[in-house]
């Protein structure tokens, strides 16, 4: 069956930077786009990024353009978010999530990893 | 761009049937049939009940159902039952292509 299992969420000050990985099994990782979507305490879910099947092609969404990046590894079927620049509004559980379809990414998510909380405070 | 609006909230007796609606604009939801439902309980992760307006993965109750009209989408759950409790976000495609409402909590009284 599949299995998301994000890491590396924790406490970091404001400015720094923090890496999420997402390690996946039960598909065939390297054809499926895979996204992250977040979820700040209490509140409710805001689509981060995409990144398609072959890494070739990146979507972010406006309130982190510029500061994060997603990038995979299918020799490790691992996916990535280099989080800079972090603010106290990217505090959030961080969920990555796969795509529906094989190929070209959609926007429906059908597997889901069990989240990351990071925490943005001095 | 704003999220998606939802009421915050939607109650019913078990048995019954409730209808929840998502409104967006003419660049999101009425634009585009990719509007997509998601069911989460607490602490656990989001889980996918609709996508392409009304279809529904394998294996998710047919007590599901939805549809759209104009610039707003509607997911209804019939035949109401306890473990329906819980928060359902609404998602659809846009220029920045994902976006999704801000939550409906279910509750079953």
Redesign the interface.
């Known amino acids: 069956q599949v299995q998301l299992v994000e890491s590396g969420g924790g406490v970091v000050q404001p400015g720094r930077s923090l890496r999420l990985s997402c390690a996946a099994s039960g598909f065939t990782f390297s054809t499926y786009g895979m ?1 992250w ?1 977040r979820q700040a305490p209490g509140k ?4 981060v990024a ?1 990144i398609s099947y072959d890494g070739n092609n990146k ?1 972010y ?2 309130s982190v353009k510029g500061r994060f990046t997603i990038s995979r590894d299918s020799s490790k079927n691992t996916l990535y978010l280099q989080m800079n620049s972090l603010r106290g509004d990217d505090t959030a559980v961080y ?1 990555c999530a796969k795509d ?1 379809h094989e190929g070209a990414a ?5 597997n ?4 990351t909380l990071v925490t943005v405070s001095s | 761009q704003s999220a998606l609006t939802q009421p915050a909230s939607v109650s019913g007796s078990p048995g019954q049937s409730i209808t929840i609606s998502c409104t967006g604009t003419s660049s999101d939801v009425g634009g585009y049939n990719y509007v997509s439902w998601y069911q989460q309980h607490p602490g656990k992760a989001p889980k996918l009940i609709i996508y392409h307006v009304s279809k529904r993965p394998s294996g998710v109750s047919n007590r599901f159902s939805a549809s759209k009209s104009g610039n707003t989408a509607s997911l209804t759950i019939s035949g109401l039952q306890a473990e329906d409790e819980a928060d359902y976000y609404c998602a659809s495609y846009t220029s920045t292509l994902v976006i999704f409402g801000g939550g409906t909590k279910v509750t079953v009284l």
Not at chain 1, 44 to 47: D, Q, V
Not at chain 1, 106 to 110: H, P, Q
Not at chain 1, 112 to 115: A, E, K, S, V
Request: charged share 15%.
């Open positions: 996204h979507v409710g879910l805001e689509w995409v979507y969404g406006d969920y529906t959609t926007v429906y998510f059908d889901w990893g069990q989240g």
